[in-house]
């Protein structure tokens, strides 16, 4: 997931089943925090710490 920072909503922008992940097409020159949340037969975790970026 991806949001604007410093508060714009959460935006899933990718799936993956295996790791790594590569996210292509994301913009540039602004500051996201990017998350992810992990899914498996019990359901959906709690989302991993934000780690910020600026492109």
């Given at each position: 997931?991806?949001?604007?920072?410093?508060?714009?909503?959460?935006?899933?922008v990718?799936?993956?089943?295996?790791?790594?992940v590569?996210?292509?097409?994301?913009?540039?020159?602004?500051?996201?925090?990017?998350?992810?949340?992990?899914?498996?037969?019990?359901?959906?975790?709690e989302?991993?710490?934000?780690?910020?970026?600026v492109?």
């Amino acid at each position: 997931m991806r949001r604007e920072r410093p508060a714009g909503p959460w935006q899933d922008v990718g799936t993956a089943v295996e790791m790594p992940v590569t996210l292509t097409d994301q913009p540039r020159s602004r500051e996201f925090g990017y998350r992810i949340i992990t899914v498996n037969e019990a359901g959906e975790a709690e989302p991993g710490n934000t780690v910020v970026v600026v492109l």
